[in-house]
Structure formats: structure tokens, C-alpha cells
């Protein structure tokens, strides 16, 4: 397979398969007045407990601007909250509240019953294979990433 060819493939099911995460997601997360995005959010803070800003965008791979504006939107739904650190009052972590949390354990409760409603007929080994696939797809796209600041670096400093 040619390099276009193959960059095209990814692309075209990256997009495919965040198109059918949000449709398939989208009716639970709706009805909680949330987007994706959001759902993601509260998700790592569960997963994590707290968060700054930038580090919370990092995890999820976005923008720290459209983060913070995505918390002060969940911090007004009365999702999350933002509590400055006594020591330095620029540094301002991020966590959830308890109905952020009580959110976050119904949508995950929900997500796991449609899941596993859909995954029931299928055998082990294609669940295996799929993450196997992931996998591969990730440790070549972080290798490109790897080689590709290499050559920026060298950029940089001739």
C-alpha cells in the first residue's frame, strides 16, 4: 500500500469512528445537557480526581483554551469546580462535584449496558484483535510524532 493511500485510510476511519462513538453516545449524554467533549472531561476527572487546566488538556489531546471554556461551562452546570491553590492562587485545579461524579457513574453505567448488549454476540478474539489493531495504529502514529520533532529540533538549532 502507497503512503496516500494508507494516510487516506486513517483519516477516513478516524472520522468514521468518532462519527459512530457520537451517534451511538449522543442520545445518553444529551439528555444530561452534555456534548462528547464534556462527557470526556468529566470522565478524566473521574478517572483522575483532579486536574489543572493544561493538564487536562493534555490528557484528552485538546486545546487549553477551548478546555477552559468548556469547564467554565460545566462548572456553571454544576458539574466540576475550580479551586485555586492557597500557596499560588494561579494555579487552579480542577474537580468534580458530586453531581459530577454521580453523572459520570450513570453515564458510565448506561455506556457499559449498551456495550455490552452489542458485544455479546461477538467472540474474544475479535474484541483482541480490534485493541491489538489500536495498538499498532497508535505506537506508528507516535513514532511519526517522534521522528517528526526530531527533524524540528534539527531545524531549530542549524
Known amino acids: 500500500m502507497e503512503a496516500s493511500e494508507f494516510k487516506n485510510v486513517i483519516f477516513d476511519y478516524t472520522r ?9 453516545f449522543n442520545p445518553v449524554i444529551e439528555n444530561r445537557g452534555l456534548t462528547m ?24 489531546c485538546a486545546a487549553g483554551a477551548n478546555i477552559s471554556a468548556m469547564c467554565k461551562k460545566l462548572e456553571g452546570q454544576g458539574f466540576i469546580e475550580r479551586i485555586r491553590n492557597r500557596k499560588d492562587e494561579r494555579v487552579v485545579r480542577v474537580v468534580l462535584t458530586r453531581l459530577g461524579k454521580e453523572t459520570v457513574l450513570e453515564i458510565n453505567g448506561l455506556f457499559n449496558e449498551i456495550i455490552t448488549e452489542y458485544l455479546k454476540d ?14 499498532k495504529l497508535n505506537e506508528l502514529l507516535t513514532r511519526i510524532n517522534s521522528l517528526k520533532q526530531g527533524e524540528d529540533k534539527n531545524e531549530r538549532t542549524e
Not at 475479535?126 to 489500536?134: A, K, P, S, Y
Open 16 to 24: 468514521k469512528i468518532n462519527e459512530s462513538l457520537n451517534s451511538a
Open 37 to 60: 467533549m464534556q462527557t470526556r472531561i468529566l470522565m478524566e476527572l473521574y478517572r483522575s480526581e483532579s486536574h489543572t487546566i493544561g493538564s487536562l488538556a493534555d490528557s484528552i
Open 122 to 135: 461477538e467472540p474474544e478474539e475479535t474484541f483482541e484483535e480490534i485493541i491489538l489493531g489500536l495498538k
